[in-house]
Each structure stands twice: as C-alpha cells, then as structure tokens.
C-alpha cells in the first residue's frame, strides 16, 4: 500500500441546512485536494447536524439524491466517507455513513446500534441497520466502516477485520450544550 494522507474533518454542520452543510463539505473536500489527502473523514450526520430528532425525514436524502451525487462528483479522485440521514425504499431512515469514490457512491454503512440513554433517543427516529461488511476502496485496501455506538460493541471492529477491512473508520458525533 501507499502512503496514504487522511484528512479529518473537524466541523459544526448548521441543523437541518443542508445546503449550507454541502457547501462546507465542498470547501473541506478542496483543503484536503490541495493538502494532498487521499482520504476524507467527516463526522456522523455531518451533512445534517446531530440532534435532528424531528427534522429527520425533512432532510433525508436516498443514496440516488442528485446533491450527494453531486458532492461525489465534486470528491472524484478522493475517497470521502461522509454521513447523513438515509431514507431508505421502503421509507425508514437510517443514520448512514457513505463512500464516496469514482464519482458516486460506492457504499453505505447504516448505523446498526441506536443509542437510547441519557441524550440519546435515535431509536425513536431512525431504523437500526442489518449488514455489516468490509468493502473494496480504490484506495487499494478494503475499508471497514461504522457509526459511533458501533465501535462500542466489539463484535463490529472484529467482523469488519475478519472480513477483510485494513483500514476501520468510525465516524462519530456528540452532541453539544449550549453554555
């Protein structure tokens, strides 16, 4: 394998604007062309904001949505994991963490553990993801993705090594308090 620069996207997306979050992902994504990275990482529900709760379903996209699609074509020759709320055929949402390489999407991780503690209430919301694999990147090595809670659970990490993941990302988000 290459060298390989990763560029990780430390950002406040706006909830619930869209438009204004792509656009911070378009300038994130022409840092890192420029800085030389071959990778992308932005956080959980980046393209959204975090605590969405019931803006949810007015903000999510299907992995078809001309604006992703359109974010993919402006990270062509990068790959780019980038988060956001997923409406899925049958119309459950899901938190998704998408690769973006070649122009489109090359997959998407749906969020299999749905915190419901403390601040947390995403079951209320989104539908639990039921796949879990390592995927081929062009980045020549097979990517294991996840969603925040994921890591929390061991069997995730280990699947995604065993089956065949070099490189595990994680996105992950916090939510924040106003002070």
């Known amino acids: 394998m290459q060298p390989l620069r990763i560029a990780l996207a430390q950002l406040a997306p706006r909830l619930g604007v869209l438009e204004d979050n792509l656009a911070s992902h378009r300038q994130v994504i022409e840092a890192a062309r420029a800085g030389g990275a071959g990778l992308v990482v932005f956080p959980e529900l980046g393209l959204t904001g975090y605590q969405l709760q019931d803006l949810a379903a007015e903000v999510a996209m299907r992995v078809?949505?001309?604006?992703?699609?359109?974010?993919?074509a402006d990270a062509a020759g990068m790959s780019v994991i980038v988060s956001f709320v997923e409406e899925a055929a049958d119309h459950r949402l899901f938190i998704s963490a998408a690769l973006l390489?070649?122009?489109g999407v090359?997959?998407?991780h749906?969020?299999?553990?749905?915190?419901t503690y403390g601040l947390?209430?995403?079951?209320?919301?989104?539908?639990?993801g039921d796949r879990l694999r390592a995927v081929?990147?062009?980045l020549g090595v097979?990517?294991?993705?996840?969603?925040c809670e994921d890591f929390w659970h061991l069997a995730v990490p280990e699947t995604l090594a065993l089956d065949g993941a070099q490189i595990l990302i994680n996105v992950s988000s916090s939510p924040g308090r106003d002070l």
């Open 136 to 138: 081929e990147s062009q």
């Open 106 to 108: 090359r997959f998407v």
């Open 110 to 115: 749906r969020k299999l553990f749905l915190p």
């Open 101 to 103: 390489e070649n122009g």
């Open 120 to 128: 947390f209430d995403e079951r209320r919301f989104f539908a639990p």
């Open 64 to 72: 078809d949505d001309p604006r992703l699609l359109g974010l993919a």
């Open 142 to 147: 097979p990517l294991g993705l996840a969603v």
